[in-house]
């Protein structure tokens, strides 16, 4: 049997109780073909010794002698093995687990599929760009979760059974990122509420007209809290559910330093075997002459063992990697085929789900194991009862060099002796290529207000009271920047003045902070929908307008509606680093 991927054949069990009562639990061949467990007497009473097992009880404490002229099996470093990984597991689920290993047949059932979400959030649903956002998404098919304040409203508007979130991004203690779960992408349409001095109509008509027909004042929180302070509470609590651009690391080495993962030694010993490995930390050892990880060891048959593994200790909080889609580590290769096995359980001898992979001798690579390539293996064979893999709960990750494959299999580039295996980095990653996660409804002119030469006269009514209106364009600004620097793949639209008009009008997209104009909140909504499955997307700030002057309403026939747009065809124009802020800072943009 093995704890961690060896499958031996299937002698008769004898149970045994040694005089020293040994507190742990271990297997050894004896002169016949039978296999010896031992126990202490308290673990397991009233147990009837065999001859073979009275000889082996005249053993030291500190080293069982395997009969057969099979080397010996350190108990020391088998108890400490136990201990290091949360203390021993329970004797009576060891025994009936090398009982089941040993009788039962490999399934020839699929295991069973990992379950994945694409919930996309929609935030400031109940506003006039978000639920139309929301009406979009379900004639797509697609599963919404919104975020609103107020209950009665939200449900009164989008319907009674819509999934619905009560927080609001000013008050960070509704945020918990753990009602975020299951969340894969955003389109944010919060923004501070404008409204007419004088007040408005119940179903804001004047508010609908626009800003440049009213005077304006905030209501409600202010611009502070709701674009800046606001962003900050929303990017912190579903950054963790929509992923980074560039993965999650979980292991890398800065300086001397391995991060929060504690490695430490699991190897065929805990099986009888004597194989043994370690990790250590090379100073210089990585591909760029800077600190690396390694594993290292010998492996040995002996005692029907042959395996050497490293495993984290389990993580004080499990790790949520739902947003990715698997493991990327950067390996320098051997030429051998190794094991990673990721762990959802805080039990110490349980499924792990495994995946294989090969290495080229001398080489640094990068391999990446995706999610749904994991199989569920306990001792070496596939468990198609188990649950599927949960990325939203990884307890720990272990590296192993292995004889043994799956179900029977052995491992081809298998052969005896010491070897060493480096790795530098273990990161989450997201597919490529990646579209945006995070779908954000800025404002055209955030830039503007601080512009050197600028001539306010001429710019649209939110720039010229800027101040007036509690620095509101400074503020989405401050919140773009947020997004930017989160990590989280984005795409910032900048529309101009919004109506509203219906979608159809021909469309100019610009970059820079520079146009004036008007668009329908339909219209954005479509292009919100759109951003968020184009890789071409990602990364990209712009401002958005209709060609139609303001003078003129823009109206369709019915009977001769325009013709659905390619929002593609914009999105591939579009540069990544311009975003107007290089007229304040006077460097030039990147393009």
Known sequence: MSCCGAAVSSPPVVLARPRCGFAASASCSTGTDQRVLFLSSKQFPRITYSPASRASSRLSRREVIAFAGQQSWDIGRFVKTLYFFNGPPNPLKIIESIISSFTGPASSEEP?????????????????????????????????????????????????????????????????????????????AVSVIVGPKEGDTPDRQKYKQGIKFFEPEIKGPSPEMVEYIGMQNLINAIKDSVGLSEG????????????????????????????????????TGSETGGPTGLFKGTVSTSNNGGFTSIRTKNFTVPEDLS????????????????????????????????????????????????????????????????????ASNITSLQLMFSKFEYDGKLNPTFSEGPFEFPFSSIRAYINEPITPRFVHVSSAGVTRPER????????????????????????????????????????????????????????????????????????????????????????????????????????IDPANPPAEKDYEVYFKELKEGITGKEALEKTPAQV
Do not use: H
Not at 156 to 174: F, Q, R
């Open 452 to 555: 050197p030469g600028l001539d306010l006269s001429k710019q649209p009514p939110a720039v010229r009271l800027n101040k007036e209106l509690g620095s509101i364009l400074t503020y989405k600004l401050k919140g773009e920047d947020l997004i930017r620097e989160s990590g989280v793949p984005y795409t910032i639209v900048r529309p101009c003045a919004l109506t509203e008009e219906p979608a159809g009008a021909d469309l100019i997209f610009d970059q820079g902070d520079n146009i004036t104009g008007k668009i329908s909140r339909e219209e954005i909504a479509c292009i919100c929908v759109a951003a968020l499955g184009s890789p071409n997307a990602v990364g990209k700030t712009f401002e958005v307008k209709s060609t139609v002057p303001f003078s003129e309403p823009y109206v």
């Open 112 to 188: 069973k599929k990992m379950e994945t979400s694409d919930v996309v959030l929609v935030t400031g649903a109940t506003g006039g760009v978000g639920r139309r956002v929301v009406d979009i998404l379900r004639k797509k098919g697609l599963p919404v979760r919104v975020l609103a304040r107020n209950e009665d409203k939200a449900r009164s508007m989008l319907g009674p059974d819509v999934d619905l979130i009560i927080g609001d991004v000013t008050k960070e203690d509704t945020l918990d990122p753990k009602r975020f779960k299951g969340i894969k992408k955003v389109v944010n």
């Open 323 to 390: 947003a990715y889609d698997g493991i990327e580590l950067r390996v320098k290769g051997d030429g051998r085929r190794y094991k990673l096995i990721i762990r959802t359980s805080y039990e110490w001898d349980t499924v792990g789900y495994t995946a294989s992979f090969d290495t080229t001798k001398g080489e640094w690579q990068s391999v990446k194991v995706p999610f749904s390539s994991l199989r569920p293996v306990f001792r070496a064979r596939t468990m198609t009862d188990a649950p599927p893999f949960d």
């Open 248 to 283: 999650k690391l979980l292991f890398g080495i800065k300086g001397n330093v391995s991060g929060k993962i504690v490695w430490g030694a699991l190897d065929d010993v805990v099986m009888g075997g004597v194989s043994e490995s370690t990790f250590q930390i090379l100073p």
